[in-house]
Structures are given as structure tokens and as C-alpha cells.
């Protein structure tokens, strides 16, 4: 008995060995993607992340926002539609595996780029060859639409992300904003965001074969959600957007967040996007991965440079070396 005992505690400090090593591991990662990231973000010639199927690509410059510390509030810390894009297909790819339907219905994740196609559609004049030269387009996105329950569209205006959760049977945008600017600047505010938005899917429902869909499509109102989680920066609502996308079941949030989980995102996204396994830039993966198998060593309790600073950031310099900046 005894020994049963000796054995199945060894098995249990092995595993909480591994589990910490683990631990370990990962957030020696995370700091060296946040020290790579920052070290290249003023590129907009380098990839950081490529895909063919999804198509995504991310460049330095777009993710270098996520690296911004919390204490520097402001538009340098806002992320871009590429990159809100990016985490999209990232969240589609990882829900399709898990589940197909939320609360019984059927949601569609909608885009930032499709946002700019429907504004184009919806300034098209009617009956003309312009217009006519989208009709096979229109018919599938609106076909696309009617066969879901929810659509959740990604709306950037003024420099403003929300969400627009448009429930298809009761012919109604559910407006999605965790930030003040409802109360700052009132219903008009969310009209004007939605007026070609609405348009364009009107049109494309139309063209789906929907009996005087683009009327009634084009009349579909808008209702803000209230008690959703608060945003309390100014430079988060892109997070916010994709935490609602994640957790809006048609009817409400599957379950709440707070700012903490929105920081937490924040520091996990680039890593997310840069390890996804459809990632083809597998030489930015091991340049992260080296720098952090250094930070580890730097960082264990048996190196002489444990305690050379406060912080220990890696920087790439060419290739896959680093040198290290104590300060």
C-alpha cells in the first residue's frame, strides 16, 4: 500500500513538474512574440502571417498595435480591420471544428472587408451594367445570409468598431457597442454607420430571388443590446468586436467579459495568429521560438543572468539571433 502510494506521488509531482514547465513555456513565448512584434512593427514590408485557404495576411505593422503597453491609451493601441479580419478567421476556423449552430441557430461571421463591398454595392445604381456585373455576387452573399439565423457584421465607422448582429427572421440589427458611443453621440450616430450597410444587404438579399426583399430589407431597424460588458479605454472596441462575435448566440452573450479578458486577448493574439498551423511563415515561428528558448534559460533560476534587470526583452537582429537588453 505503502508503496501505491510513493508511486502515485511521484506521478503527481511529475505532472505538476511538466504542467509548470509548461506554463513556462508558454509565457516565454508570449513575451517573445510581444518583443518580436514590437521589434518589427515599423514594417510594412514584412509578413508575419500568411494563408492561402483562409486567405490572411498580416504584416508587421498591423499587429504591432497589440504590443503598445496599456499605459499608452490612444490610436497607436487600435487595431485595424486587417487584423480584426485576421482574428475572424481564426475564431471561424476554431468554432467550425467545435459546433456548428449557437443556442440552436445557425450564425454567419460576417467581415470588415465585406462592409466595404456592400457600401460599394448599395451605391450602385439600379438596372445598370455595373450593377448587373454583380448579380451572381449578390445572389450568393444574400443567399448566404438567409441561410443563417444570425449575421454578424463587423462595422468600422469613425474609426469606431461595434458589432451589428442581424437577426434574419425578425428583420432586425441588434447593435453591439460595450463603448459610450451610444450615449455620446446618440441613435444618429449608429443610422449613419448602417445606412449603405443596410442598402447592401438589401440588394443582396434581392438578388437571392427574396420576394420584395430589398424593401423590406432596406427598412430592417436597429436596436441597441444594453448590460453588455463595459469598455473603460479607448482603444479596445476592436477587441471588444471580436469578444462579442466569439459570444453572441442571437439572442445574448453565451457569457460575460470583462476588460481583463479583452487585455488578456490583446496579449495573446499575436501569438495566436503567428502559431495558428496555417500560418505558412514558418521562419518568423522559429525565430520566436529561439528567442524564447533563450528567454527561458535567461529567466531560470540556474542563469547567471537571472537577475541582470527588472525585465529581459529580446530583440531579433537579422536572422534568427537575439541579443539581450536588460533594463
Known amino acids: 500500500m505503502a508503496s501505491n502510494i510513493g508511486i502515485a506521488e511521484t506521478k503527481n509531482a511529475r505532472r505538476r513538474s511538466e504542467a509548470a514547465s509548461s506554463t513556462a513555456v508558454d509565457a516565454a513565448r508570449e513575451e517573445a512574440t510581444m518583443a518580436y512584434v514590437e521589434a518589427h512593427g515599423g514594417r510594412k514590408d514584412k509578413l508575419l502571417v500568411s494563408s492561402e485557404r483562409p486567405r490572411v495576411r498580416v504584416r508587421a505593422d498591423a499587429l504591432r498595435c497589440l504590443a503598445v503597453p496599456l499605459s499608452r491609451d490612444g490610436p497607436e493601441r487600435q487595431i485595424t480591420g486587417v487584423l480584426l479580419d485576421a482574428a475572424l478567421d481564426l475564431l471561424r476556423r476554431r468554432q467550425a471544428g467545435r459546433r456548428r449552430r449557437r443556442n440552436g441557430r445557425r450564425v454567419l461571421l460576417g467581415s470588415v472587408e465585406e462592409q466595404d463591398w456592400l457600401e460599394y ?3 450602385l445604381p439600379p438596372r445598370t451594367a455595373a450593377a448587373a456585373g454583380h448579380d451572381a455576387d449578390m445572389s450568393a452573399t444574400g443567399a448566404r445570409y ?3 439565423d444570425t ?11 461595434f458589432v451589428a448582429a442581424l437577426d434574419v427572421a425578425a428583420g432586425e440589427y441588434r447593435i453591439l457597442d460595450s463603448s459610450n ?8 450616430f449608429y443610422d449613419a454607420a448602417m445606412s449603405k450597410i443596410r ?3 438589401a440588394r443582396c438579399v434581392a438578388a437571392a430571388g427574396r420576394a420584395g426583399a430589398e424593401a423590406d430589407a432596406g427598412g430592417w431597424k436597429l436596436r441597441m443590446v444594453a ?4 469598455q ?10 471580436i469578444k462579442c462575435m466569439e459570444l453572441w448566440d442571437g439572442e445574448k452573450l453565451e457569457r460575460g467579459f470583462t476588460m481583463d479578458d479583452v487585455h488578456e486577448l490583446r496579449r495573446k493574439l499575436a501569438g495566436e495568429l503567428i502559431f495558428w498551423e496555417l500560418n505558412e511563415m514558418q521562419e518568423v515561428k522559429d525565430e520566436i521560438e529561439f528567442m524564447a528558448r533563450k528567454m527561458k534559460m535567461m ?3 540556474s542563469s547567471p543572468l537571472r537577475n541582470c534587470g527588472d525585465r529581459v526583452k529580446l530583440a531579433t537582429l537579422g536572422g534568427a539571433g537575439g541579443v539581450c537588453v536588460c533594463y
Not at 458611443?181 to 444618429?188: L, M, N, V
Not at 448590460?227 to 463595459?230: D, R
Not at 473603460?232 to 468586436?241: K, P, V
Open 121 to 123: 454595392v448599395s451605391s
Open 146 to 148: 438567409l441561410a443563417h
Open 151 to 161: 449575421v454578424l457584421f463587423p462595422v468600422n465607422h469613425q474609426s469606431h468598431f
Open 181 to 188: 458611443y451610444g450615449r455620446r453621440f446618440g441613435p444618429r
Open 199 to 201: 442598402g447592401g444587404v
Open 227 to 230: 448590460g453588455l460588458p463595459a
Open 232 to 241: 473603460t479605454d479607448e482603444s479596445s472596441c476592436g477587441l471588444f468586436a
Open 299 to 301: 529567466m531560470s533560476s
